[in-house]
């Protein structure tokens, strides 16, 4: 399973994927590597309204390996004995990937050194989702307190090539860069992995 997981995960990097323009009529829009377009307002607009749980998310005791991006300042401290990591070879955006062992729940950390604000992250990251499926959606979104930093989460489903697929990730951006920790799995086994996967992602530090 992971061989397909991987070759269908098309995100990619975050400052690399799209460029903006400004229309005829003074429209702000977001031009795509494939021709396309969308107006980068009303995204805008739905990015404005995202919910703060108070509730101050912080890594497992049990997650007592750290792991450290050469790139920026992030970490994430693992459960060895649940998660495997390497570096990631299949995803040249990605600096390490994640499996959980002997399952089919996956993760990414994707990291670049652009500062991106954290208000036009979830937007970026949906446009850039959308690449690699057309219907994909956000049906969760909150900024969330882990570990002391404020962090966006975004819970997406979408089809691939026929493979219905979640995507839990958490982003965060300072002056240091832009990181991205996305885990994955089918949407029959979410439910199953979504403690495991939270495990993961509470695990995101800055170092």
């Known amino acids: 399973m992971k061989g397909i997981f991987l070759f269908i995960l098309l995100f990619t990097s975050i400052g690399l994927c799209q460029k903006s323009a400004i229309t005829d009529t003074g ?4 031009l795509y590597k494939d021709g396309t377009w969308n107006y980068k307002k009303s995204n805008l ?5 995202i919910y703060y749980n108070k509730r101050k998310f912080k890594k497992d005791n049990k997650s007592t390996f750290l792991i450290k991006s050469k790139k920026t300042d ?5 459960n060895p004995i649940k998660w495997t990591f390497n570096n990631a070879q299949d995803n040249p955006d990605a600096e390490y990937e994640f499996q959980l062992k002997n399952e089919d729940a996956y993760a990414l950390l994707i990291t670049e050194r ?9 937007n970026i ?9 057309s219907n994909i959606q956000i049906v969760n979104e909150e900024y969330r307190n882990v570990n002391g930093n404020k962090v966006l989460m975004l ?14 990730g958490y982003y965060f951006s300072n002056r240091l860069g832009t990181n991205q920790l996305i ?3 089918s949407q029959n086994l979410f439910s199953t992995y979504r403690r495991e996967l939270s495990n ?3 695990g995101m530090v800055e170092n």
Not at 27 to 30: D, F, K, L, Q
Not at 74 to 78: S, Y
């Open 200 to 202: 993961l992602l509470n």
């Open 27 to 30: 429209e702000e829009v977001i």
């Open 45 to 49: 607009d739905n990015a404005k309204n």
């Open 114 to 122: 652009i500062e991106v604000p954290l208000t036009s992250l979830r």
């Open 155 to 168: 819970e997406m489903e979408g089809s691939i090539e026929g493979l219905e697929l979640t995507y839990f």
């Open 125 to 133: 990251a949906l446009e850039n989702a959308k690449i690699a499926s």
């Open 183 to 185: 885990t994955y799995t």
């Open 74 to 78: 992030a970490a994430v401290w693992i």
